[in-house]
């Protein structure tokens, strides 16, 4: 081998260590944990881990689409990207790469690191969250009517904020779980609309919890968050056992039997402390011999 090859080899490895460490280098920084979450098609990515002397930039992208970047994720030294203004086809399934930047001019890499996340599809992947409701009593009926109000979503359109129903539509159902205030046995019922009603028998308070149900999607993600309970007021005459509850009518009937024992008590006692002086008084009466 001659002078020429041998200096041409040992470049060429030189060159090899030199991108290789730098590579290398890089990677040890790859973002990790790169995860999509969702709520109310507020849709945040996140990862991992803080960057020192690099930054990352985020291009997304719907399947069989071209590239997209975000101004606000270009280079930043942030670990989370908010896209919910950019992935604007809900139905569509997005994918999204987290790209690792050395600072400008520290590395001659042309193709930077990057991480992949995991498919994420706004319409069936965000976590709708917990609805509010009212409800109106017909005592007359017997009757209790919730009427359900739709969750705001993150998206606006012509200046307008759109709720869970302009977006899903029909597809969007409620299950509603309720029981009697005096039982603990839960029941459900599902809603197509934002009002549904129940009998109240014989007057009894209910209480009830309303959470979103979507059936086209996959069981994990079918329902939403539940709402707060609200129990409606009883429409039957209260009775003692109402008024005061079991365990105050328990506690005063221990009471009363305590105080009756102890009153028994102390009326034997005193009874057997008068026999027993009368029995004394006898045995010490002189005899009369007149």
């Not at 987290?98 to 995991?118: C, I, N, R």
């Not at 009153?263 to 045995?283: E, M, N, P, Q, T």
């Amino acid at each position: 081998m001659d002078m020429r090859t041998c200096a041409a080899f040992g470049f060429i490895l030189f060159a090899s260590y030199i991108v290789g460490g730098a590579m290398g280098n890089t990677n040890v920084h790859r973002a990790r944990d790169v995860t999509w979450s969702s709520h109310n098609f507020k849709t945040l990515l996140t990862w991992g881990p803080k960057p020192t002397d690099y930054s990352y930039t985020v291009e997304f992208y719907g399947v069989g689409k071209d590239r997209e970047r975000t101004r606000h994720c270009i280079r930043s030294k942030e670990t989370e990207c908010d896209l919910t203004g950019s992935l604007l086809n809900l139905k569509d399934t997005y994918y999204a790469d987290v790209l690792l930047e050395p600072e400008m001019g520290a590395s001659d890499l042309v193709e930077f690191p990057h991480s992949t996340s995991q498919k994420f599809c706004p319409y069936t992947d965000t976590l709708i969250g917990r609805p509010d409701f009212k409800y109106e009593v017909d005592k007359a009926r017997n009757k209790i009517t919730l009427f359900i109000q739709d969750p705001l979503s993150a998206i606006s359109k012509d200046d307008r904020m759109l709720n869970m129903r302009d977006i899903f539509k029909d597809d969007l159902k409620y299950k509603v779980t309720y029981h009697r205030a005096r039982s603990t046995g839960k029941k459900t019922k599902t809603t197509a609309t934002n009002e549904i009603e129940f009998d109240a028998e014989d007057g009894d308070s209910y209480c009830f919890t309303v959470q979103a149900y979507i059936p086209s999607r996959s069981r994990r993600m079918q329902l939403g968050e539940m709402s707060l309970p609200q129990c409606s007021p009883s429409q039957r005459p209260k009775t003692i056992l109402d008024e005061f509850g079991l365990g105050v009518i328990a506690g005063g009937l221990l009471m009363v039997v305590v105080v009756a024992i102890s009153v028994i008590s102390l009326i034997v006692v005193c009874c057997r402390r008068r026999r027993a002086s009368a029995g004394s008084g006898k045995d010490a009466e002189p005899l009369n011999l007149a």
